[in-house]
T-cell receptor, first 112, second 115 residues
Framework: TQLLEQSPQFLSIQEGENLTVYCNSS?????LQWYRQEPGEGPVLLVT???GGEVKKLKRLTFQFGDARKDSSLHITAAQPGDTGLYLC????????????WGLGTSLAVNP | ETGVTQTPRHLVMGMTNKKSLKCEQH?????MYWYKQSAKKPLELMFV???????ENNSVPSRFSPECPNSSHLFLHLHTLQPEDSALYLC??????????????FGNGTRLTVT
């Protein structure tokens, strides 16, 4: 059974701090997606990473895909209250069915 | 309206009730999905429809019955549910199936409580 482990599970920080959350697996993925889910809403795609070692930036968010395509990280610089939410990673199965394997998420609270 | 719209937002039902969840997408996508989101569990894929044909049923109990009359609309009919079915039910759409190939666009979900 493929698993995606996200850490930490919960994170509460002050506005302006930096943070990194992780998404790890023993399986290889063809691509990996990061979503953010705010309270009362559905997940919204932030980024898709495809190539091993790839780094993508979205304003203050930096996403990295591991060289072996088994893990990924999300770094947020100078966090703001608007970054509060559940961050979910989902890996696409490297096999033919391309199914998405979901992590449990990191729940981030940024306090003003 | 744009995006993916789900109704109702909240639903409380008894175990003997019959109710339906509705989803509509305005994105021109060809694939639609039902997911279940429960505390302390990863998102669980329930059903996948591609061009209104069901392509995947992930061993979902028969008390959940999906219906996809066209590529823009998706329903989830519920009957004789159990309390453990209480969860957030999310509808999603994508341009193509094979969810690793194109991103999912989610609705805001229906929070279901079974009493």
């Amino acid at each position: 059974t493929q698993l995606l482990e996200q850490s930490p599970q919960f994170l509460s920080i002050q506005e302006g701090e930096n943070l990194t959350v992780y998404c790890n697996s023993s399986s290889v993925f063809s691509s990996l997606q990061w979503y953010r889910q705010e309270p009362g809403e559905g997940p919204v795609l932030l980024v898709t990473v495809v190539t091993g070692g790839e780094v993508k930036k979205l304003k203050r968010l930096t996403f990295q895909f591991g060289d072996a395509r088994k893990d990924s990280s999300l770094h947020i610089t100078a966090a703001q209250p608007g970054d509060t939410g559940l961050y979910l990673c989902a890996g696409a199965n490297a096999g033919n069915n391309r199914k998405l394997i979901w992590g449990l998420g990191t729940s981030l609270a940024v306090n003003p | 309206e744009t995006g993916v719209t789900q109704t109702p937002r909240h639903l409380v039902m008894g175990m003997t009730n019959k109710k339906s969840l509705k989803c509509e997408q305005h994105l021109g996508h060809n694939a639609m999905y039902w997911y279940k989101q429960s505390a302390k569990k990863p998102l669980e894929l329930m059903f996948v429809y591609n061009f209104k044909e069901q392509t995947e049923n992930n061993s979902v109990p028969s008390r959940f019955s999906p219906e996809c009359p066209n590529s823009s609309h998706l329903f989830l009919h519920l009957h004789t549910l159990q309390p453990e079915d209480s969860a957030l039910y999310l509808c999603a759409s994508s341009q193509v199936t094979g969810t690793g190939d194109s991103p999912l666009h989610f609705g805001n979900g229906t929070r279901l409580t079974v009493t």
